[in-house]
């Protein structure tokens, strides 16, 4: 019995198959029979017909319905209804059941049976579906008792997942859903996280198969590739995560299995991703006009001179999101000390490509890079600020060799006071006038003398109300002593005023200084990556902080901020206060996951593709560059070598 419809017929998981006479036949039949004597006949030699035809094309499915014999089939001319099947309200009956052609799966059908739990313990029926990793849109069959099937159109990044037991999966395959007698499930394919079970009835001649997840373009087990993506979109370890699942004892995938999907798949996924946010910071700057604010710094991805990779990135203080990442390998410069103002040329060039004007670029004090601006961008309107915090940590550590000098203690006391006068001298010039804060900050070593008054035209005397009683909490210097002289000889040394001079009033790099420490996350400085392994965790890091940055203050229930005190080592015992913000949020990794998915649902050679692209732009590695020699010849230099430490017995 079967449901109609427009373009064919679908059976239903307990329909009984019938066979069509001949025409004639069938009119003889139909003129020749007589009360329900002849019906039962014809019924009966229908059925005969049927076991016959089954059994001469090999069709297994037929013994899907054991108690068909019993309860009569249906005839094209009468309807027997099987007490022993459930059937639906509303039935219509059209045309033959059986299908004579050589059976296949066109992956056009979409038909999802409908079963009867049979004590299996599971709230839904087990479906049957048939797996092949051949890409042609249709196949042959292999087992002809194979349902037809397609996964769903819903992601299966959203879909929960659980972890279960080889055992307890097992136990669902003991009962036949057709005769409810005892069968074996086996375990037809693994790979990964891929599973594909086969359950055969020896009573009934029942037969299906059964898989855990769908596949993506038909060749591609869809959990295998989101565990994947979801090891590189999260920042986690490949060979640290597989290990941990291994340990546990769950089916994966291998490292190289990942690092395959990687370098085909979600690359180009996270690649495609970040132009895309850089597409739309770089609409939003537009619509915002005036020119650019930028703060500059290169992260190397390893302590000392030897580093490997070196990164430039660039945050728009106005907006405070990542414009721009450079990744420049050692190779590529004379050495990795020249990594930051490659870098930066790079990203310079990639804003003229914009049409993007630089109003303002803020960066440490790298020298290189202070004349290659001065020399390129000054003239053509762009201000250079230098960090704050850059500065003040230098000084900080001069003051301090300065204290351990003889008669020199003192100036322990005044470290703290002299860092908070030159982030003072900063804020309080907003126009960053160079003669103001080279005024401001030179009064400062009349200040700790006791002497208020510089006549200086730019800076007369100090701001500060008469310094009486509570107010004074350090003793002063007295002019000429060795303390004092060598508090001038640090703080009014030519290189250091010169910085002064340049010192950024408004804005500083303490954003792009907390985006190097959440690169660390994704690509800690312990492990090596390739280059477009490095790149696109540096690029996950960036879409990170991105989504993140404006982040609002946490609250408790009754509307107050909340914070937290911290005693970072920076203060040396001191602490600090700090507002604690809301929890950060991973919807980009979730974005990414589902592009992964359709991405390769749609056509995986478009992502094969884009990654050629990537590999073919990026730099030949390290190693390419070193003369290569034999294996065996360097064992044998290795053994050499070390032979004269080895003793005979």
């Not at 006479?21 to 014809?42: I, K, M, R, Y």
């Not at 196949?139 to 959203?158: A, I, K, Q």
Request: aromatic share 6%.
């Amino acid at each position: 019995m079967g449901y109609r419809s427009q373009d064919r017929v679908r059976l239903i998981a307990s329909a009984v198959p019938s066979i069509h006479t001949a025409p004639a036949a069938a009119a003889t039949a139909a003129a020749g029979s007589g009360g329900s004597e002849g019906a039962g006949a014809s019924v009966r030699d229908s059925a005969k017909r049927k076991r016959e035809l089954c059994t001469t094309l090999g069709d297994n499915s037929t013994a899907d319905s054991p108690t068909a014999s019993d309860a009569g089939l249906i005839d094209p001319e009468q309807e027997v209804v099987s007490p022993l099947v459930p059937q639906p309200t509303s039935v219509l009956h059209c045309g033959s059941q059986c299908n004579l052609r050589p059976f296949h799966r066109s992956s056009a059908v979409q038909v999802q049976p409908r079963m009867v739990s049979v004590g299996c313990q599971t709230e839904s029926p087990l479906p049957s579906p048939a797996h092949s990793d051949d890409e042609s849109s249709s196949v042959t069959m292999d087992h002809p008792g194979d349902m037809p099937w397609s996964p769903e159109e819903e992601m299966m990044m959203l879909l929960t997942k659980f972890i279960v037991c080889q055992t307890q999966l097992m136990s669902l395959f003991t009962i036949c859903p057709s005769c409810c007698g005892e069968t074996q499930g086996n375990v037809e394919q693994q790979e990964g996280t891929y599973i594909k079970i086969k359950q055969v009835c020896a009573a009934c001649g029942y037969e299906r198969f059964w898989q855990n997840q769908p596949m993506l373009y038909r060749n591609m087990p869809a959990c295998n590739l989101l565990l994947s993506g979801a090891i590189h979109f999260s920042g986690c370890m490949a060979t640290q995560t597989i290990r941990m699942l291994k340990l546990l004892g769950l089916q994966c995938i291998s490292v190289g299995t990942f690092f395959r999907h990687q370098r085909l798949y979600t690359i180009p996924t996270i690649v495609q991703a970040w132009q895309n946010e850089q597409a739309g910071i770089n609409r939003e700057l537009k619509e915002m006009g005036g020119g650019l604010i930028l703060s500059g710094d290169c992260r190397s991805d390893s302590p000392g001179h030897c580093a490997k990779y070196g990164t430039y990135s660039m945050i728009e203080d106005r907006i405070n999101k990542v414009l721009d990442l450079q990744l420049v390998q050692s190779s590529e410069v004379p050495s990795s000390t020249w990594c930051e103002l490659e870098g930066l040329k790079r990203s310079i060039d990639f804003l003229k490509e914009q049409h993007m004007q630089v109003s303002a670029l803020i960066t440490d004090r790298n020298r290189q890079v202070a004349k290659w601006v001065r020399e390129e961008l000054c003239p053509g309107g762009t201000s250079h600020f230098f960090d704050i915090w850059h500065i003040g940590k230098s000084l900080g550590k001069a003051l301090d060799a300065a204290a351990k000098e003889r008669e020199c203690e003192d100036l322990k006391l005044w470290r703290p006071a002299i860092i908070n006068h030159l982030y003072w001298t900063a804020a309080s010039t907003p126009d960053g006038d160079p003669d103001v804060m080279e005024a401001k900050w030179q009064s400062m070593v009349n200040h700790v003398q006791d002497i208020h008054e510089h006549g200086t035209p730019a800076f007369p005397c100090c701001a500060h109300p008469p310094l009486e009683g509570e107010a004074r909490d350090k003793e002063w210097l007295e002019p000429g002593t060795t303390a004092a002289i060598k508090l001038e000889r640090v703080t009014l040394r030519t290189a250091l005023v010169k910085d002064v001079r340049k010192l950024s009033p408004q804005h500083q790099t303490y954003s792009l200084e907390a985006f190097n420490s959440l690169i660390l996350h994704f690509a800690p400085k312990h492990t090596g990556f390739s280059f477009l392994g490095m790149y696109s965790r540096l690029l996950m890091a960036a879409l990170h902080f991105n989504h993140n940055s404006s982040r609002e203050v946490a609250r408790t229930s009754d509307g107050e901020v909340r914070y937290a005190v911290r005693y970072p080592r920076f203060c040396k015992g001191g602490w600090v206060v700090r507002p604690i913000k809301e929890k950060p949020s991973y919807a980009y990794a979730a974005a990414l996951m589902e592009s992964l998915s359709e991405g390769y649902s749609r056509s995986p050679e478009t992502l094969r593709e884009s990654s050629a692209v990537l590999s073919s732009t990026a730099p030949a590695p390290l190693s390419t560059s070193c003369q290569e020699i034999a294996k065996d010849e360097a064992v044998g230099l290795y053994l050499a070598r070390h032979s004269r430490f080895n003793t005979g017995n």
